[in-house]
């Protein structure tokens, strides 16, 4: 499975981006989808998720409220909605997928198999 991703840029703060995941695949019910984040010298970090199956979502805390995970089935693509955006969200962000992730694990990145190149988003103050 190969991974796109785009829609980084430069955004002021308070201001809103969409990022777009699209596999290369069918993405199928046991799929995961899911975006992390990381700047330099940091590790990386989840952001949000996406469960095929049944449609679940979870986020980091500290982007909960503010960005939104949803999915496009018929084009394989998961988008990362992300409003009100602030400084420390300026980050490097991945997408990723798996179809064997057991739930308690969709927060650790080691635990992903397929991962798209990252997309840069800066948030100027």
């Known amino acids: 499975v190969q991974l796109q991703a785009y829609g980084g840029g430069l955004v002021q703060a308070g201001g809103s981006l969409r990022l777009s995941c699209t596999a290369s695949?069918?993405?199928?019910?046991?799929?995961?989808m899911a975006w992390f984040r990381q700047t330099a010298g940091k590790e990386r970090e989840f952001v949000a998720a996406?469960?095929?199956?049944?449609?679940?979502?979870h986020y980091a805390d500290s982007v909960k409220g503010r960005f939104t995970i949803s999915r496009d089935n018929a084009k394989n693509t998961v988008y990362l909605q992300m409003n009100d955006l602030k400084p420390e969200d300026t980050a490097v962000y991945y997408c990723?997928?798996?179809?064997?992730?057991?739930?308690?694990?969709?927060?650790?990145?080691?635990?992903?198999?397929?991962w798209g190149q990252g997309t840069e988003v800066t948030v100027s103050s």
């Open positions: 990723a997928a798996d179809s064997t992730l057991i739930h308690s694990r969709i927060r650790y990145d080691s635990d992903y198999d397929y």
């Open positions: 695949t069918r993405t199928y019910s046991r799929f995961i």
């Open positions: 996406y469960k095929w199956s049944g449609g679940s979502t």
